[in-house]
């Protein structure tokens, strides 16, 4: 019976052993279970709160960006007031100053208009201030143009009559009604002419 006993004590020990070994692998496999549950858990925060610095970090750049558009903006709105007034300014100091200009000729005008003196003398001051003008406009670069002989030339010449003349060329000025007047390139007024055929 010891024997009988023992060998119920070894099953029932073993059986123990087994269902302990059972028990032990069910628990180790529900922590198993439990543990990537866990680790989601943990991880789910993580990825929250690197959204969260994102999102973060971007509405920051948004500020900044939105910030320094609105200060460029300022800026040019600045600069362009300011190229404004300077415009104006300079359009106006150009003015006074080529008005000053002609001012001496206008004296000269304004004395012959009340001067007591024969025709000869009137006549070589007119002569005399209407050089005095030209001077003044060649000072600003201004050079007259339109003389009998040249060629017509449209860009710079306005042919209001024509004629048959055999003393001149085709398309060639015979007659100038009014000087032209050009500032280097730019043409200031057209010279009034008449061109023969």
Same mark, same amino acid.
């Given at each position: 019976?010891?024997?009988?006993?023992?060998?119920?004590?070894?099953?029932?020990?073993?059986?123990?052993?087994?269902?302990?070994?059972?028990?032990?692998?069910?628990?180790?496999?529900?922590?198993?279970?439990?543990?990537?549950?866990?680790?989601?858990?943990?991880?789910?925060?993580?990825?929250?709160?690197?959204?969260?610095?994102?999102?973060?970090?971007? $509405?920051?750049?948004?500020?900044?960006?939105?910030?320094?558009?609105?200060?460029?903006?300022?800026?040019?709105?600045?600069?362009?007031?300011?190229?404004?007034?300077?415009?104006?300014?300079?359009?106006?100091?150009?003015?006074?100053?080529?008005?000053?200009?002609?001012?001496?000729?206008?004296?000269?005008?304004?004395?012959?208009?009340?001067?007591?003196?024969?025709?000869?003398?009137?006549?070589?001051?007119?002569?005399?201030?209407?050089?005095?003008?030209?001077?003044?406009?060649?000072?600003?670069?201004?050079?007259?143009?339109?003389?009998?002989?040249?060629?017509?030339?449209?860009?710079?010449?306005?042919?209001?009559?024509?004629?048959?003349?055999?003393?001149?060329?085709?398309?060639?000025?015979?007659?100038?009604?009014?000087?032209?007047?050009?500032?280097?390139? $730019?043409?200031?007024?057209?010279?009034?002419?008449?061109?023969?055929?």
């Amino acid at each position: 019976m010891a024997d009988k006993e023992k060998k119920e004590k070894k099953n029932v020990s073993a059986a123990a052993q087994e269902a302990a070994g059972e028990a032990q692998e069910a628990q180790a496999q529900e922590a198993a279970e439990a543990a990537p549950a866990e680790e989601t858990a943990e991880e789910a925060p993580a990825e929250e709160k690197t959204e969260a610095a994102d999102a973060e970090a971007l $509405r920051k750049q948004v500020e900044t960006l939105n910030d320094r558009l609105l200060r460029t903006l300022a800026e040019y709105d600045n600069f362009r007031r300011r190229s404004q007034k300077e415009k104006e300014a300079l359009y106006g100091d150009v003015k006074a100053e080529t008005i000053a200009k002609f001012l001496p000729a206008i004296d000269n005008f304004e004395r012959a208009s009340t001067a007591d003196s024969d025709f000869e003398s009137y006549k070589k001051g007119i002569e005399m201030t209407v050089k005095q003008l030209f001077d003044i406009l060649a000072s600003l670069g201004v050079e007259a143009f339109g003389e009998k002989g040249e060629p017509f030339d449209p860009n710079v010449h306005n042919g209001v009559m024509h004629e048959d003349n055999g003393e001149l060329d085709e398309n060639t000025v015979s007659e100038v009604f009014l000087k032209g007047y050009k500032m280097g390139d $730019r043409v200031i007024r057209h010279a009034t002419v008449k061109v023969a055929n």
